[in-house]
């Protein structure tokens, strides 16, 4: 969070108090319309959706908005550590023949 604050801090004119305030803020009205039964769109950002389960407890699913989306998949645009990365593109099969490898004895199979 501390560095969410201090990048927009930098690109704004607010404070850091400021920017802390109104992500609180921005948080407590989430659950303000949730709690209605309201979803609530953020452009840029996604939107909220409340649901409630059998047993009356509520839970919130996040739809991330397409600019995100689009803008976290441009090729060669991830500039983060990806571990496993030999494992982009391999099907379900190949994973399975993978685990089936290093666990023997705990096979999956197919069928």
Excluded: C
Excluded at 35 to 49: D, I, N, R, S
Excluded at 53 to 65: A, Y
Excluded at 87 to 96: A, P, Q, R
């Amino acid at each position: 969070m501390k560095q969410v604050v201090e990048f927009i801090a930098s690109g704004t004119g607010l404070n850091k108090g400021q920017i802390q305030m109104v992500l609180a803020e921005l948080a407590d009205t989430i659950i303000f319309f949730n709690k209605q039964g309201q979803g609530v769109k953020l452009e840029g950002l996604g939107t909220y959706l409340p649901k409630i389960d059998t047993e009356g407890k509520i839970s919130v699913s996040h739809r991330l908005d397409r600019y995100i989306k689009s803008a976290l998949n441009v090729e060669g645009g991830f500039t983060g550590n990806i571990e496993n990365k030999t494992n982009i593109g391999k099907s379900k099969e190949e994973f399975i023949a993978m685990w089936n490898e290093a666990y023997p004895d705990d096979p999956i199979s197919l069928d």
